[in-house]
């Protein structure tokens, strides 16, 4: 079962440091998809660092017109190419950055597009 937050309207990060994340007051510390209505902190990849499609299924299905990935602390979670191909495929622009430059990204872009942020809060 899926821990969601659910709430009307756009979510903003309110703050980012390794290992948490706090989202509309709410504070996280595992990993987490924000939707523009929902937050899903029950996200967990099939390789944990490196992302596949099966990890993002989810989001494909909401049809976001941005992906905005937070690739960790540090960077190290891998988005290959041929993932960002595909997404590119499927119409939705992606952003695949260290997770504080992602989540900066994410607040200024949900402003404009339908945008999801999958975010790895560690490493």
Known sequence: MRDEKIKK???????????KITIDGTIYTSDVIIYPDKVDSSWWRKEGHS???????????AQPEILVVGTGNYGVMDVPSKILSYLQSKGIEVYAEPTEKAVSLFNKLQKKKKTIAALHLTC
């Open 9 to 19: 309207g756009k979510m903003k990060v309110e703050h980012y440091s390794f290992g």
């Open 51 to 61: 992302l596949h499609i099966e990890d993002l299924q989810d989001i494909i299905q």
